[in-house]
Nanobody, 121 residues
Framework: QVQLVESGGGLVQPGGSLRLSCAAS????????MGWYRRAPGKERELVAD???????NNADSVKGRFTISRDNAKNTVYLQMNSLKPEDTAVYYC???????????????WGQGTQVTVSS
């Protein structure tokens, strides 16, 4: 089995910061791309940012300049530093990882349980 465990969500005022983390564990041979997605109330799930094993990143236009994705390959962990938070950032944030498992040897996408981020004054 593979598990993604998220932490760091919570309530923050506009302009504040939060740092999300997601650690993968279990039947892992290698982890390729990791990313963060979010689902806001009444909206579809959208990509926030992702990062390849080599460190190349993609960011949604709505978060460029405010959010930074990073990873620690030795810890199988991906982070999302969120600064200058806005009310429209309020959403459930989900960790995603593209993982090659040991047995069977195959690639699948795995998801965390989601962590709530609420930006409100």
């Amino acid at each position: 089995q593979v598990q993604l465990v998220e932490s760091g969500g919570g309530l923050v005022q506009p302009g504040g910061s939060l740092r999300l983390s997601c650690a993968a564990s279990g039947n892992i041979f290698s982890i390729y791309t990791m990313g963060w997605y979010r689902r806001a109330p009444g909206k579809e799930r959208e990509l926030v940012a992702d990062i390849t094993v080599g460190g190349s990143t993609n960011n949604a236009d709505s978060v460029k300049g405010r959010f930074t994705i990073s990873r620690d390959n030795a810890k199988n962990t991906v982070y999302l530093q969120m600064n200058s938070l806005k009310p429209e950032d309020t959403a459930v944030y989900y960790c995603n990882a593209q993982i090659l498992t040991r047995t069977p040897r195959q690639i699948n996408d795995y998801w965390g349980q989601g962590t709530q981020v609420t930006v409100s004054s």
